[in-house]
């Protein structure tokens, strides 16, 4: 176990720590640990179930769970999990999304097709026997921590096992406050016996937090590039399982109708890196059928506030990252999530808190993208 720095004593007596999925490259996920240190008034320390330094995408430093338990064990904590869909990422998943890109096929190879063996591969990588591993018990904390969740989704928390489950509510039943941020979530929970609160998406704050930081990086490097280069741009995003062809194609025709009806460009961006996220090769090959000759342009920094300032700045977002839509919203720029169908988390959530529903599309939609951001 790698030792862990110790900060200072907080003033009010009571650590703060910040557990989340902020260990890998994901805009989402970067942006939650932004918005949940934001007016913090206690040492922040940021944990995940790996120890990285995500500072070049505008995160933070984490330390794994066991040195963070072995550097502040003694005091006390207030230890919050941190938004997303904490309650059904399953440790397989988490592990993988921890790797080096370009040794997942090997691994998905290797255990993919044995359910013993992708649990026992996951536990070798993150050192714990935990099912949900972004979910801590209260009881495998110190004593004098306690815990919290704050927003965090679970979409799926009915088709986990049964043991699955299990672990979930045993952690969910002794935390000190329950916060989830959709219907479908907190509906499973209460009908589990518990009784969450109904909160928005830490990021839904983003605007008010961070406009002034946006608002500076959107005036340098590469939006400021793209400001001189597109009088105006539609920001567009696909996770890597939108890449097949067809689906290409369509999106394509769409964002031709749509850049045309507003006379404006298309900026294409990822919102993670890490594996199982967004990949580069989809956005060239959209490239490829938008044409030479489209004004487009392709934001290559994976940083959080970069990519907040290319929504805030842009007149449309479509794609298939739930925090794009909430920040794109956030500045009040039309938004829509591009979904499989209607029980992805982003349907679930955007039909949670909006008064018109379906700000989301499944490929079969006619017409992709809605009047305002087809023209």
Request: aromatic share 6%; with cysteine; proline share 5%.
């Amino acid at each position: 176990m790698t030792s862990a720095t110790r900060q200072a004593a907080p003033a009010n007596g009571r650590r703060l720590i910040l557990f989340g999925a902020f260990d890998r490259h994901n805009f989402g996920d970067l942006l939650l640990a932004r918005c949940a240190a934001a007016g913090a008034r206690s040492e922040i320390v940021f944990v995940g179930l790996a120890a990285r330094d995500l500072h070049a995408a505008d995160g933070f430093r984490t330390l794994a769970l066991a040195d963070a338990i072995a550097a502040y064990g003694n005091e006390d904590a207030d230890f919050v999990h941190v938004g997303g869909e904490l309650l059904t990422t399953t440790a397989w998943e988490a592990a993988v999304m921890l790797q080096p890109p370009a040794h997942v096929p090997r691994i998905v190879a290797l255990h993919d097709r044995n359910a013993d063996a992708r649990a026992a591969w996951a536990q070798s990588v993150l050192g714990t026997a935990r099912r949900i591993p972004y979910v801590v018990a209260r009881e495998a904390l110190p004593a004098r921590w306690r815990t919290h969740f704050r927003a965090v989704g679970g979409v799926a928390f009915d088709a986990l096992t049964a043991a699955e489950r299990n672990e979930v509510l045993g952690a969910l039943q002794g935390a000190t406050t329950l916060g989830v941020r959709d219907s479908t979530t907190l509906n499973a929970l209460r009908h589990a016996g518990l009784a969450p609160d109904l909160q928005p998406d830490p990021a839904a704050a983003t605007s008010g937090l961070f406009r002034t930081t946006i608002r500076q990086r959107g005036r340098g490097g590469e939006i400021a590039a793209l400001h001189a280069r597109l009088r105006s741009w539609i920001a567009v995003q696909l996770g890597a399982e939108w890449g097949d062809d067809a689906t290409l194609d369509r999106v394509a025709r769409s964002l031709h109708s749509a850049s045309d009806a507003r006379d404006g460009g298309i900026a294409l961006f990822r919102a993670g890196l890490a594996p199982w996220h967004d990949d580069r090769d989809t956005l060239r090959r959209l490239a490829d059928r938008l044409g030479a000759n489209a004004p487009l342009a392709i934001l290559e920094s994976p940083r959080v506030l970069d990519i907040c300032a290319l929504l805030a700045g842009a007149h449309a977002y479509v794609g298939t990252s739930l925090h794009g839509w909430i920040v794109a919203n956030a500045f009040g720029v039309p938004a829509r999530c591009l979904v499989r169908s209607a029980a992805d988390k982003a349907a679930r959530y955007t039909d949670t808190w909006c008064k018109v529903p379906r700000q989301w599309r499944t490929p079969d939609d006619e017409p992709l993208f809605p009047p305002e951001i087809s023209g």
